[in-house]
Structures are given as C-alpha cells and as structure tokens.
C-alpha cells in the first residue's frame, strides 16, 4: 500500500471514529434544539473559522453573544507541518499534503456538528509560496469538504491585528505586534487613535520556524550558532524597522511587544514554570522581556532532549524552538521594548470578528 492510501485509510478511520463519538451530542441537540437550544433553531449564529499554517491547523468555533462579541464552544488543533520542504523546493509535499488533508477531514465533521451557519477557512505562508498549492485546495473541496481560501500577506497581518488589538495595554500608546508563523512572521505597528488602536504599518516578512530549522538543522546548536542566526534574523528583519521609521518614530518607552504564535506562548509557559501549558495562565499574560530574554538562554544552554523534556515544549515543539528563539530576539533587539504582552489568540479571532460583522450585516 502506498503511502497516499495509507494515509487515506487512515483519514476514513479517523472519521469514522469521530462519527461513532459526535453521534450522542448530534442526536441529543435534534431532540433539545439545534445548537443545544432548548425550543427549535438557533436565535444567534455559529462562527467557524480555520486557520492553516504551515504548521499547525487549527479550529475555533463560537457562538455569537446577543450583546456583542462570541463565545468559543469548540476547537481542535494538530501539528501537521504543511511547510515541511516548501523552503527548498517551492512545492508542498505530497506527504504534508496527505496529512493535511486528514486533519481538515476532522475540522469538517467538527464544523458540521456544531450546525455552523458561517464558515471560513485560510491558508497561509506555506500554500501562498507553494507552487501547487492550487492541489491542496481541491483536496480539500473534495476529499473533506473544506473551501480553502490562500490569503495574501497583508490579509494575514490584517486578521492577527484585529484579534490582539483588545490586549494592547491601556497605560501605553501602543504595541509592536508579532506573530511568528511556520513559513512567515508578520509584524503590524498598532497605536492608539481616537477610540479603538489603528494599524500604522504591517509587513511580513517572508521567514519562520519551519524554514529556519530546515536551514539550521544540520548545525549543532550551541550559544554562538544562536547569535549567529539571531544575527541574521535582523538583518531580515532591519528593513521593516527603516520602514516604520520612514513614517513615525517608534518610541519604545510609549509602546510594548505583544507577540501570538507557538513559540511566544510557549516561551511564556516556561518563563512561569508551568509543569503543562494553560491558556488560562498564558493568554494576556505580561512578562520583563528580559525575563523572556534569560528563558531563551535558558533553552540554548540544553540539549534536544533536554528541551522535549520540558512540560510547554514536548518532543513536537522542541526541534522549532530555538529558531522561533531566534526570530523573537531579533525583533526585540530592532523593537527593544521593556513589557511584553502574550497573546494566545490573533488570527483565528481576527476571522470570528469579521465573520461576526458580516453575520450582523
């Protein structure tokens, strides 16, 4: 059997199970109401919007508040590593692809139980600089029934805005956010206007963790190999420092960091000595970027193992690492702000805000 069946194969498993296991919840929302309402349809929507990087893909369900806002009532995530190779060959691997496709097959019976009424699902990094990403897409339309959407980059940054923007500290007039994806890092200078913060300047830059640790992997990963690709993500990183300057001058005692993705949330549940990872401890969480800084060195002083070994890391994480790392203390070295505000949220929350307006509208 070849491996595309195979992982096929296991797909159809997978969805079987998940079918046997959503069928009580199914049949006791038809007897209770659609959505768990107790007389007939549900009065408000449910939002499910999909976000494939080239990492991770994940889920988040929500239901609209009747006062405003929503509320998550579902979500699922799987490392699927989409990314793996695009960096070196501007394609997407028929093995990465497979395993995608298996995930989003369980993202789709996820999306149908909940009686979803608006759907979005996204595409990232890795499938806007793939040369047959157009492969993925209709796989994903015909093989789990998912309608793919390969964002540009603006839209991206655009998105992780809107979904930090309430976490942008009151005492501050504004915060460089970033969120350090598997095949790009976007980077969106957000200040306060009248009212609500404003994006002054975005752009993303075109590197993350995947990539990085593909190109670092063959290195042994001591302190002077961080600094010397540390000193490389500045250099990719200095043009959009110019940039900004170009139009305002950045003050960094005015501003902090606020940073989503994997590896500052992760960076976060180290810095706290979490024995596992809590989005209850992590998210809106606030840190001495030099505190963060010492983590870093931290984590560079152990071996692989030793880094796995690490309760927020694990063994699935701990390979992308210090190249996440990397990126974070360019940034903070071109942006040396003295707060850091974490974030477990931002580009899925940003799709549940716009998917929400245009449920309103």
Not at 166 to 178: E, K, N, T, W
Not at 212 to 235: G, N, T, V, W, Y
Not at 325 to 346: E, K, M, S, Y
Request: glycine share 10%; net charge positive; hydrophobic share 45%.
């Amino acid at each position: 059997m070849n491996r595309r069946a195979l992982y096929r194969q296991r797909t159809k498993r997978s969805k079987l199970i998940l079918e046997r296991d959503n069928s009580v919840v199914r049949n006791s929302r038809h007897r209770r109401g659609r959505a768990g309402h107790p007389h007939g349809p549900a009065r408000t929507p449910v939002l499910a919007v999909l976000d494939l990087g080239s990492n991770n893909c994940r889920l988040l369900i929500a239901r609209a508040s009747p006062g405003g806002g929503f509320r998550v009532v579902d979500s699922f995530s799987r490392i699927v590593r989409l990314g793996e190779g695009v960096a070196r060959t501007g394609k997407l691997s028929e093995e990465a692809i497979d395993r995608t496709i298996g995930a989003l097959a369980i993202c789709a019976e996820h999306i149908r139980a909940s009686g979803a009424t608006h759907v979005r699902a996204i595409a990232t990094a890795a499938a806007r600089g793939a040369a047959n990403s157009g492969m993925l897409v209709a796989r994903a339309k015909s093989e789990a029934g998912i309608a793919l959407e390969i964002v540009t980059a603006e839209e991206e940054a655009r998105l992780a805005a809107i979904g930090c923007a309430p976490l942008i500290g009151r005492a501050y007039a504004g915060a460089l956010v970033f969120d350090i994806g598997g095949g790009s890092t976007e980077i969106i200078w957000m200040r306060r206007g009248e009212g609500e913060a404003r994006i002054v300047r975005s752009a993303s830059v075109p590197v993350g963790v995947v990539g990085l640790a593909e190109e670092s992997a063959q290195a042994p990963m001591d302190s002077a190999a961080f600094d010397a690709m540390r000193a490389r993500m500045i250099a990719r990183f200095s043009h959009v420092r110019e940039e900004m300057d170009s139009i305002a001058p950045f003050g960094r005692e005015a501003h902090h960091l606020l940073g989503t993705s994997g590896t500052v949330t992760t960076l976060a549940a180290v810095a706290l000595d979490l024995p596992r990872y809590s989005r209850s401890r992590v998210d809106a969480s606030w840190h001495d970027s030099a505190k963060i800084l010492a983590t870093i060195d931290r984590l560079i002083a152990l071996a692989p193992a030793g880094r796995a070994a690490i309760g927020p890391v694990g063994a699935d994480r701990a390979d992308l690492m210090l190249p996440g790392c990397a990126i974070f203390a360019a940034i903070h070295a071109l942006w040396p702000c003295a707060q850091l505000r974490v974030a477990d949220r931002g580009l899925r929350e940003g799709m549940l805000q716009d998917l929400l307006a245009r449920a309103r509208a």
